[in-house]
């Protein structure tokens, strides 16, 4: 904003000199008007769910045998309760502010340790194999949970197509960084883009998977659309959202969330009642819906699964 | 009699809050987590009227308004009254009355310990409001007493500081008003030993009637 400058300041405009020296009283007005600016804003702040859009039924969904049968959180839960700070900082805001989030055109950039770098458009990705329905624990590490009908395919058929080099130890991916589309990467809370990273066998696994939709639908944009990833054995924020790089490396690859609080947040992240958050105890967990806690299960209640990704290794040390 | 009516109107206006909770929870209006909805707002007026109160003393000096000291205790009271909601919320809805997990948070977690003296040290100043323990107390070791606020106060705003994950622009609000108004109590302090004058450092309570003013003997 440009402020302009009156050339001369009438009379009445210089603060008499009683005013001026009383200091304590600048001090007062501003703490009131600040106080005044809080309490404002937490009373106006009603927080009403953003009308969800319809969007598009996937045709030829298969049933898979690593869904659970547990009930399916509702809908309206899981696409207006976000952590997606790429749009707000509040669970409640990103329905609102990625309602006109545009995930077309779009290419996912294939780089580092492949066969051949190349850019793949998100239409055609989708078509390397028919979609399942993946219905998941979904456990983040704020202590909340939810159970989403995730809608994919297994990310290892993304990586069998692309061709690793046998060198490739680790999979990066990185999420789109656009300030002028996602409003909350012009706030430096994380670290921008958010990247994410896997150990090769942890993406190869069947778990693990590339999501596009959920519910029987194309991906909500405050869910990640058009493309993200789903590991559901891990917390929540180890599933990047709308990525629009996977970078194939020998190094293990730092993630935002470790970046932003090493002590807090490590590389891994596997959900683990037995190693708590330095500020909460992981041990139970609030399903979303439900008025009692439930005790956390050790990988997210995927240990039959994954737990021989990790024997021999300190859980405590590599969290 | 205006005071009164303005008194009702505070009493209302501090529990709005509480109703649009209650509304909202009865609606179902409460989105996903409404446990966690709830927590926050607890906690987020807490600190609100903590700063409300602390603001009164200088607004009044400001703007000579000698009135406004009539509504500190009422004012401060809400603020107990929702840190207890806030606590409740805590003790129940989050611990289920564990108390083993509640002592190993008190223990471990930081921002619990801060948080719980934050609440701690409010109790004795809700149990001292009344005209009668301001008698008892004496006016000076009263005020002395009540001093506490400052203190939790500051608690309540690192608990709320040490609790976020990345955006603390929330808890920076709070701290930086919090910093203004202690900014005030010391600019008055130092200017006071600096030039001794007549008037106390902090406005004695003057929420009570003529008679026991007069009995308590507390300077205007």
Not at chain 1, 63 to 87: A, G, H, L, R
């Amino acid at each position: 904003m440009l402020i302009k400058k009156s050339s001369d300041i009438p009379s009445s405009e210089i603060t008499p000199r009683r005013l001026y020296l009383n200091r304590r009283n600048f001090l007062t007005a501003a703490a009131a008007a600040g106080a005044a600016a809080i309490a404002g804003s937490r009373l106006l702040n009603f927080a009403a769910p953003a009308p969800v859009r319809a969007n598009a039924q996937i045709p030829g969904i298969q049933k898979s045998k690593f869904s659970t049968s547990e009930p399916i959180t509702p809908f309206k839960d899981v696409s207006n309760y976000n952590n997606y700070y790429e749009f707000s900082t509040d669970k409640y805001e990103p329905a609102a502010l990625a309602k006109d989030f545009k995930t077309r055109p779009w290419t996912l950039e294939i780089t580092g340790l492949v066969k051949k770098k190349q850019k793949l458009d998100v239409d055609s990705i989708l078509k390397f194999a028919p979609p399942e329905e993946r219905i998941y624990r979904h456990r983040c590490v704020e202590g909340w949970s939810i159970v989403v009908p995730w809608i994919g395919f297994p990310l290892s058929v993304l990586i069998n197509k692309v061709d690793p080099l046998p060198k490739a130890r680790f999979v990066e991916f990185v999420s789109l960084y656009d300030p002028s589309r996602m409003p909350g990467q012009r706030v430096s809370v994380l670290q921008w883009p958010y990247v994410e990273g896997l150990r090769m066998d942890e993406a190869m696994h069947p778990l693990t998977l590339l999501c596009f939709g959920m519910y029987g639908e194309v991906l909500p944009n405050q869910d990640g659309a058009p493309l993200r990833v789903v590991v559901p054995w891990k917390y929540g924020f180890k599933s990047a959202k709308t990525i629009v790089k996977v970078n194939f490396t020998d190094k293990q690859p730092l993630n935002s969330w470790n970046v932003a609080a090493p002590n807090e947040y490590g590389f891994y992240s596997n959900v683990n009642p037995n190693v708590d958050h330095p500020r909460w105890s992981q041990a139970t967990e609030r399903r979303l819906g439900e008025f009692h806690k439930r005790p956390t299960l050790m990988f997210n209640g995927y240990a039959d699964q994954v737990a021989s990704l990790y024997s021999g290794m300190d859980l405590k040390k590599y969290f | 009699m205006t005071i009164r009516w303005a008194k009702i109107f505070v009493f209302f206006a501090c529990l709005a809050p509480l109703a649009r909770l209650a509304w909202k929870g009865f609606h179902g209006l409460l989105g996903a987590n409404p446990i966690e909805v709830i927590t926050h707002s607890t906690g987020d007026w807490t600190l609100i009227l903590l700063l409300v109160t602390l603001s009164i003393t200088p607004l009044r000096k400001l703007t000579g308004q000698l009135w406004l000291i009539r509504f500190r205790r009422m004012v401060g009271l809400f603020a107990f009254f929702y840190a207890s909601l806030h606590f409740t919320t805590y003790i129940w809805l989050d611990k289920f009355f564990d108390v083993h997990a509640m002592l190993k948070d008190i223990a471990e977690r930081r921002f619990i310990t801060v948080g719980l003296t934050a609440f701690v040290l409010l109790i004795p100043l809700a149990a001292t409001s009344t005209a009668g323990w301001i008698r008892r107390l004496g006016g000076r070791r009263w005020n002395l007493l009540h001093q506490l606020i400052y203190v939790s106060a500051i608690c309540g705003v690192i608990h709320y500081w040490w609790l976020v994950k990345a955006d603390i622009r929330k808890p920076l609000q709070y701290a930086a008003v919090l910093a203004l108004l202690l900014a005030y109590r010391v600019f008055v302090w130092t200017a006071k030993s600096m030039k001794p004058s007549s008037h106390l450092p902090i406005a004695p309570q003057l929420q009570y009637t003529s008679r026991s003013r007069a009995e308590t003997n507390l300077p205007e």
